[in-house]
């Protein structure tokens, strides 16, 4: 979505409500066309992996670190989940 939404309003995202829908839907054109690389940050970031033995605060701070809702669950070099942020919350709710 960094693509498709003007630097301005990601900045301050009130500025989105000066688009009016004719914009808003230029932007999203750009994007037609373009590769999974060239929407790729030209910095490389932290990905937000962990495995299965990871504490819930260890989690929590791995997804405000790296600015990500979701996070990986690896079991060496296999995928065996992941867990999002909704879930994060609703089993901290919980205790």
Request: proline share 6%; with cysteine; glycine share 4%.
């Amino acid at each position: 979505m960094r693509l498709a939404v003007p630097a301005y309003c990601q900045d301050d995202p009130a500025l989105a409500r000066v688009v009016d829908e004719a914009h808003a839907d230029r932007f999203l054109h750009r994007l037609g066309g373009k590769t999974v690389r060239e929407c790729l940050p030209e910095q490389p970031r932290e990905l937000p992996v962990t495995d299965a033995k990871a504490t819930v605060l260890e989690l929590a701070a791995l997804m405000a670190r790296t600015r990500s809702p979701l996070v990986a669950v690896m079991d060496e070099e296999r995928l065996i989940g992941a867990v999002t942020l909704q879930s994060l919350l609703d089993h901290a709710l919980q205790l």
